[in-house]
């Protein structure tokens, strides 16, 4: 079982940038974090949650909504078992909480996700 903590959220001015941050940690014994693709949601006040991307276990592929490619890069660090997300020229309709999600590789859906930082960009 995976516990994820996400860090970083906080304020910004729009066209700034802003690195989120998602600690993995096992809730008993050795986590496996290689075993686990990861990703990024968000959900904006009022809307459904949506994809913003998401990283193979060995890092090597990435995938992002359309919407943000070229503005937003995720990250992993295996051997600190973290996720990261960096968000630049970031516009007030990027706010939203930012929620981290883990599956094991292979799976078809995310079962463990973290309790989100809220971004908030101001125009």
């Known amino acids: 079982q995976v516990q994820l903590e996400e860090s970083g959220g906080g304020l910004v001015q729009a066209g700034g940038s802003l690195r989120l941050s998602c600690a993995a940690s096992?809730?008993?014994?050795?986590?496996?974090?290689?075993?686990?693709?990861m990703a990024w949601f968000r959900q904006a006040p009022g809307k459904e949650r949506e994809f913003v991307a998401s990283i193979a276990p060995s890092g090597r592929h990435t995938n992002y909504a359309d919407s943000l490619k070229g503005r937003f890069t995720i990250a992993r660090d295996n051997a600190k078992n973290m996720i990261y997300l960096q968000m630049n020229s970031l516009k007030p309709e990027d706010t939203a909480t930012y929620y981290c999600?883990?599956?094991?590789?292979?799976?078809?859906?995310?079962?463990?996700w973290g309790p989100g930082a809220l971004v908030t960009v101001s125009s």
């Open positions: 096992g809730r008993s014994g050795t986590l496996y974090f290689i075993m686990y693709s």
């Open positions: 999600a883990s599956k094991r590789s292979g799976s078809a859906e995310y079962t463990t």
